[in-house]
């Protein structure tokens, strides 16, 4: 790549990292044109000579945000003390912002623009991450909607932010809780459900 190739790409990364920034910071998720210029350090014009239009800057900084999102919750799958590790990290970054979102989604649908493939991205994480321990489990699917509500945002929220619990203390928790959903049900370990 040429020093010229680099340096337009590098300019757009920091656009883009510009509005997901602000958006962390101050809960704005339609920042104006002028505001991303101003984090970014460039003008108005070189924004919109990237992008287009604000609408089009919008739509790549979310798709840019959700790719990092899933660069930062990959964990190898059967490895739950990783993967909880992972997950808390993950929520000590981006939590609070996240519940945030999912306060406002029902009144606002740009929320739920962000919020409704947050979801989908988070089960399909759980899916993924559990696929060893879940194989061949005749109930796998009654176990992914368990594992996806012990590792959910909102029981780390519950752990974190209400209860007050160190970060160590909501790993070890969301561990017993994720512990005893894959343990083995009574009727598959011959006893009676």
């Known amino acids: 790549m040429s020093a010229r190739a680099q340096a337009v790409a ?25 505001t991303v210029a101003a984090q970014a350090g460039v003008s108005v014009q070189t924004v919109l000579r ?18 990092d999102i899933a660069a930062e919750r990959e964990a190898p799958p059967g490895d739950v ?5 992972i997950i808390v990290g993950h929520y000590e970054r981006r ?17 739920a623009e962000i919020t409704g493939p947050g979801k989908a991205l988070h089960r399909t994480w759980v899916a993924g991450v559990f696929a060893p321990q879940l194989a061949g489990r005749d109930d796998a699917g009654e176990l992914t909607d368990l594992l996806v509500v012990a590792t959910d945002v909102f029981t780390w929220k519950l752990l974190r932010r209400d209860r007050g ?15 005893a959903v894959l343990a083995p049900s009574r009727s598959s370990a011959g006893g009676t459900p």
């Open 10 to 34: 590098g300019t757009r990364q920091r656009i883009l990292r510009a509005v997901r920034d602000l958006a962390f910071e101050t809960f704005d998720l339609s920042p104006t044109l002028e």
């Open 50 to 67: 990237h992008f287009g239009d604000r609408a089009s800057l919008l739509d790549a900084a979310r798709a840019a945000a959700t790719e």
């Open 81 to 85: 003390p990783a993967a909880i590790r």
């Open 95 to 111: 939590g609070d912002f996240v519940v945030h979102l999912l306060g406002h989604e029902r009144d606002d649908e740009r929320f």
């Open 165 to 179: 619990l160190s970060r160590a203390q909501t790993e070890a928790r969301i561990r017993r809780l994720v512990d």
